[in-house]
């Protein structure tokens, strides 16, 4: 930080959770700055972006993408959503533009009654102007030119359902469309299904009914489905005097996971819809794609969704199969700790999110005891990213007088001293990714101890000492969840 400060930064951001630095210079400086961090040891990749033109030279990474951490996805283990298919049901999309043709997988123009999603103008009221900037928060192809996506190499199918009303000076998307989409895009094989779009927050008129047929439909033959928690008055609602607006339809639903917005400097926007449906938050006011060429600022919960969308993309081609759970757990809490209104389950992490938990698997080691002393045991582990610590804990009851003994921190492994007698312990390892401080599912083993012999009856009457007498077995272990894994420690 002192560093960009001394070479001439204006401002400087440097968010812990990644190792990216952004610097806000003045045009002299900033050709200057750039040649003197790459040669430096520690920098990786220097990108400048001229805010003022909005024409990237290679490409750029949009906050959004940056402050999800899908770019670390995308860089340190290759997770970039390959051939997972996304329908987005929006009003069009620009196929033409080099950071979205690689990825264009076909669709259907409902308003136009024909076999193709590639439909767009160069205007605010043009078709593909929303859906574009959508699109390139999903998938922006990584070409070396323009900006990256979330998921650059999924694959991209535009349903167009809506269309600017010059009447009403708004979007339309009519009901039919929407149904008509959803058959659609479970025909076609779609895994995800981005929606930004959505109402007020009243209830959904009777003809809503086939809609939400379909996303019930969807949902269960296991397609995603992403839809914008809604704008509020922002978006064109009609102000109210009291709560604030609920969340929009179809996003409201359960099936639906319901995104609201957070803006750069980490609020919730002001007007916004919100509500307990709210089930995660995103980033929103981003540099996106433009249907007229270029990039452009795109705003409201619209932007907010597709990154989510994109997240799911690359979770699923990483093997996530539990998406709704795993966003849920490793979301960053915002606000008030836990679930709330404003954000539902925290900041989307989309690289927490699209790599598996550390899990143990089983703990080797002797059972039963027969003999007095220190013996190891080992845990086997699956899942997490890096470097792993394991939290221990060894509990029995002897002679009456409960035991507990931990290991936070440690390694894969332990060594028990167990004293004579006859008791049955159970060992649990907890495995902690040390990236990212994030606990994994643990495993309990049970070891039987049995160092003293015990009296048994004889056949000819009286007792005869037999050692080790009814000492079972142990070892093993069944995966226990004491817990829900995923949380870190809140920072």
Not at 409 to 425: D, E, F, H, K, L
Request: hydrophobic residues 40%; proline residues 7%.
């Amino acid at each position: 930080m002192r560093l960009m400060h001394g070479l001439g930064a204006l401002q400087v951001s440097d968010d812990p959770r990644d190792s990216i630095i952004g610097a806000l210079m003045s045009s002299g400086h900033a050709l200057s700055t750039a040649v003197a961090l790459r040669g430096r040891a520690w920098v990786v990749r220097v990108d400048t972006i001229d805010a003022g033109l909005f024409q990237l030279a290679a490409d750029v990474i949009p906050w959004g993408v940056d402050s999800t951490n899908a770019d670390w996805l995308h860089a340190q283990l290759g997770v970039v959503g390959q051939g997972v298919k996304v329908a987005i049901l929006d009003d069009g999309l620009n196929c033409t533009l080099s950071d979205v043709a690689p990825n264009y997988n076909g669709g259907y123009d409902y308003p136009g009654g024909v076999a193709n999603g590639c439909v767009y103008g160069s205007t605010d009221t043009s078709a593909g102007w929303h859906g574009t900037s959508v699109a390139g928060i999903v998938a922006a192809y990584n070409d070396g030119a323009g900006i990256v996506g979330m998921a650059p190499r999924a694959l991209i199918s535009m349903l167009r359902v809506c269309y600017y009303d010059q009447y009403y000076h708004r979007r339309i998307c009519p009901a039919n469309y929407e149904r008509d989409a959803l058959q659609w895009a479970m025909d076609h094989g779609m895994q995800v299904i981005n929606m930004s779009f959505g109402n007020c927050g009243q209830p959904p008129p009777p003809e809503y009914g086939p809609v939400y047929e379909k996303l019930v439909a969807a949902a269960a033959a296991g397609i995603q489905l992403v839809a914008s928690a809604g704008n509020g008055a922002s978006g064109g609602c009609a102000p109210l005097p009291g709560p604030p607006y609920l969340v929009a339809y179809p996003a409201a639903y359960p099936e639906v996971i319901a995104v609201s917005a957070v803006s750069p400097d980490g609020s919730s926007p002001v007007d916004y819809q919100y509500g307990p449906d709210v089930e995660i938050a995103a980033p929103t006011n981003v540099t996106t794609l433009s249907s007229a060429g270029g990039t452009r600022v795109f705003a409201g919960t619209s932007a907010a969704a597709p990154h989510v969308t994109g997240a799911i993309a690359a979770m699923l081609s990483n093997g996530i199969v539990a998406v709704r759970s795993a966003l849920q757990r490793n979301a960053r809490d915002l606000g008030v700790a836990g679930r709330d209104t404003l954000t539902g389950f925290g900041m989307l992490r989309a690289d927490r999110s699209a790599v598996l938990e550390a899990r143990v698997t089983g703990i080797a080691g002797q059972s039963p005891i027969l003999t007095p002393g220190k013996y190891a045991y080992t845990a086997s582990t699956t899942g997490g990213y890096g470097s792993l610590s394991y939290d221990w804990v060894v509990d029995y009851v002897l002679d009456g007088v409960p035991q507990h003994q931990t290991w936070p921190n440690w390694s894969s492994q332990i060594r028990v001293t167990w004293p004579a007698g006859n008791y049955t312990a159970t060992i649990t390892a907890t495995p902690r990714e040390v990236l990212w401080d994030r606990i994994g599912w643990p495993s309990t083993t049970f070891v039987s101890v049995c160092t003293e012999a015990q009296p048994v009856a004889s056949e000819h009457g009286g007792a005869t000492p037999r050692a080790h007498a009814g000492c079972g077995g142990g070892g093993g272990g069944d995966p226990v969840a004491p817990f829900s894994p995923g949380r870190s420690r809140r920072r």
